[in-house]
């Protein structure tokens, strides 16, 4: 299975490290982690997920986070932004950013 993250927005984001996109693949992590990212995509349905999440209103400069995984058989895309209300869509964001150095 293949992750990458894209951050974008937000007031860091013009600091280049946050900007990279994050790649992970359950080919390379260790297999304990691998499984935490498959299980953490299962319990998210993302393949279900629509496409593109509720947008906040007008407000603040919100983070926006574009996951994109392929799995072999299907590949699919979410965008939301840090306000986002689905708490295993969060958790599978908060598992790529903890990679975020070693990406």
Known sequence: MHMQVKTEGGV???IPGLSKPIVLDSDT????????MRQLVTAA??????AQ??????G??????????DNGERHHN????DLVADP????????????RSSA
């Open 60 to 69: 603040a400069d919100y983070r926006s986070y574009t996951i994109s995984i």
């Open 12 to 14: 860091a984001g013009p």
């Open 29 to 36: 992590l260790p297999p304990q982690e691998a499984e935490e």
């Open 78 to 81: 979410v965008q939301f932004t």
């Open 45 to 50: 349905h993302f393949f279900e997920l629509p």
């Open 53 to 58: 999440q509720p947008q906040p209103q007008r």
């Open 88 to 99: 295993n869509l969060r958790n599978l964001l908060a598992f790529a950013l903890k990679h």
